[in-house]
């Protein structure tokens, strides 16, 4: 028999948490939306629905503030908090937390959030990390400022904006020493290298032409061209020198991609996609290339492949199929998901998608996509963005999965937790 849903939450053991709902209501939409109805009655024709073995916590785009992640797995009932720092519950022993992307960026606390993972990973939890965009796009700014120049990269750190400021400056605060900034040139010398070359926007016309699209290219240089515009102010609001942010990026290379580096275990970790029973979890989404090498080599093809792009990313890479997974919206620009693609899914046994990447002021969300069902479980945790979209404070939300077939959304921006139970919800749709 399946658990009342209220017997699903866990209990609060966190002060900070006197706000998250206690009462459970059916998910909005759940059964009554006839795109939904018709992803669950597909679902239903191609085999039903398979349940992980044990409970599945996502937690999604923490954006570098670690308070709001450590209260999120508070929230999903995975840790205790308290003087001596975090402890695994015996459900958070038992479960298996997949973090679904965007870890980095915004702040205020990129380190302290790899601090916390890195914890998690000590106190012996199991856990998944996937890549998001911000993820990857830290990586390839790092790579093309401090690798080979080249025309088609040279871009990417001013690109990136001020985004990769705040964890540059927290990299300058705790590792750059007067030694390192003793090494460098000038600031004007070094600002050069930070910056793309006079006549770049030309030349990347012509060296991008045949990796992407024209569109693309025309974006991406008026992208850049906004980016420049503000770099400076961004610099200066951020409290940064060009030299001290040379310094910092040649450190957070060290550290983030040399085999001794003390946060290398992070990148070295990082998968795309995570399968579970029915549920694919991914940052963004799909495209129909990417549902035939899941369906056709498995989830462990579609990470070794992504590796092995990831790690001398170009632009291409960026706009291709492989990254479309951690940057789809489904726009006309990103990768086509089309019922051939939600087919052969199907027909392998997935039949929900559990990302990030979109985020919501009231909760996770359950949407058809392309005709494929979507969890968005992005509940704008940082309080970065909450506090430019006018949210309250620090957020805090899980989504929690379990073998029962029992989905249960959880947020401080809802005044109550989501249920739904695909299973029950199909077969009383077969049952009208």
């Not at 937690?59 to 001596?84: Q, Y």
């Not at 985004?163 to 990299?171: C, G, H, Q, T």
Request: glycine content about 10%.
């Amino acid at each position: 028999m399946s658990p009342a849903a209220t017997d699903l939450l866990p209990p609060v053991f966190d002060a900070a948490l006197a706000d998250l709902p206690r009462e459970v209501e059916p998910w909005p939409d759940a059964a009554d939306h006839p795109q939904i109805r018709d992803c669950l009655s597909r679902a239903a024709r191609h085999g039903g629905w398979r349940w992980p073995e044990r409970p599945v916590v996502f937690v999604s785009d923490p954006h570098a503030d670690a308070e709001g992640f450590l209260r999120s797995l508070s929230a999903g009932g995975v840790i205790r908090r308290d003087a001596s720092g975090l402890a695994l519950t015996p459900f958070g022993r038992g479960a298996r937390i997949v973090l679904g992307g965007d870890t980095f960026d915004k702040g205020p606390s990129n380190l302290a959030l790899l601090d916390t993972l890195g914890d998690l990973r000590a106190a012996g939890a199991d856990l998944q990390i996937l890549a998001g965009n911000h993820d990857l796009r830290l990586r390839m700014a790092l790579e093309a400022l401090l690798g080979p120049r080249s025309v088609l990269r040279e871009h990417l750190f001013v690109r990136m904006g001020r985004k990769i400021l705040p964890a540059l400056r927290e990299v300058r605060d705790r590792y750059v020493s007067a030694r390192d900034l003793a090494a460098l040139p000038d600031d004007a010398t070094c600002a050069a290298r930070l910056r793309p070359g006079a006549a770049w926007a030309d030349a990347f016309r012509q060296a991008a032409r045949g990796d992407v699209a024209p569109r693309v290219i025309e974006d991406e240089i008026a992208k850049l061209d906004a980016k420049l515009a503000r770099f400076d102010d961004d610099l200066a609001r951020a409290g940064l020198t060009s030299r001290e942010v040379l310094a910092a990026a040649i450190k957070a290379h060290g550290l983030f991609f040399a085999p001794d580096g003390a946060y290398a275990w992070f990148f070295d970790m990082m998968e795309v996609v995570a399968r579970s029973g029915s549920l694919l979890f991914v940052h963004a989404g799909l495209c129909d290339r990417m549902c035939e090498l899941l369906v056709e080599g498995g989830p462990e093809t579609v990470n070794a492949r992504y590796r092995a792009a990831a790690q001398a990313a170009t632009l291409g890479f960026y706009f291709g199929p492989l990254a479309n997974l951690v940057r789809t919206k489904y726009r006309d620009t990103d990768g086509d998901l089309t019922d051939y693609g939600v087919d052969l899914l199907h027909r392998a046994g997935i039949h929900m998608v559990v990302q990030g990447h979109v985020n919501s002021h009231t909760g996770q969300r359950l949407l058809a996509k392309r005709g494929l069902l979507h969890l968005e479980g992005d509940v704008t945790l940082d309080r970065t963005s909450r506090r430019l979209e006018g949210l309250d404070g620090i957020g805090a939300g899980a989504t929690l999965i379990f073998p029962s077939g029992d989905v249960i959304g959880l947020s401080r921006d809802y005044p109550r937790a989501k249920h739904f139970a695909p299973d029950r919800a199909a077969a009383r749709i077969c049952a009208l």
